[in-house]
């Protein structure tokens, strides 16, 4: 499986963004798919997650400026960014398969960089 992010760019604090990731190489319409983010100097962190039946969780920071969604077809993730601030800039990943650990995910995208001048 090789999933794909795009949609990254420079934004300025309170616009908006939308990324996506699509998936290629298998269905992946029954697992959990999820972003993450990682801002120089830190550890990736976790952003939002979308259950295989549609359930949602953000990370607190992000609640009510920050939506994920999923193309009916289930191998495509994207996240709408809102009122975006200086403290969002960072790589983001899309990630797949869920498993047993918090931030274990069988599948990640290489990244796109989000940067928001303030």
Same mark, same amino acid.
């Given at each position: 499986? +090789?999933? +794909?992010?795009?949609? @990254? @760019? ?11 990731? *699509? ?14 983010? +990682? ?7 976790? *952003?939002?997650?979308? !259950?295989?039946?549609?359930? !949602?969780?953000?990370?607190?920071? *992000?609640?009510?400026? #920050? !939506?994920?969604?999923?193309? #009916?077809?289930?191998?495509? *993730? ?10 969002? !800039? ?11 650990? &918090?931030?274990?995910? &069988?599948?990640?995208? &290489? ?8």
């Amino acid at each position: 499986v +090789q999933l +794909q992010a795009s949609g @990254g @760019g420079l934004v300025e604090a309170g616009g908006s963004l939308r990324l996506s990731c *699509v998936a290629s190489g298998r269905s992946l319409s029954s697992v959990d798919m999820a972003w993450y983010r +990682q801002s120089p100097g830190k550890e990736r962190e976790f *952003v939002a997650w979308m !259950t295989w039946n549609q359930g !949602t969780f953000y990370k607190d920071s *992000v609640k009510g400026r #920050f !939506t994920i969604s999923r193309h #009916f077809s289930g191998n495509a *993730v994207h996240l709408q960014m809102k009122s975006l601030k200086s403290e969002d !800039t960072a790589v983001y990943y899309c990630a797949a398969d869920r498993g047993p650990g &918090r931030d274990d995910w &069988r599948y990640w995208g &290489r990244g796109t960089l989000v940067t928001v001048s303030s």
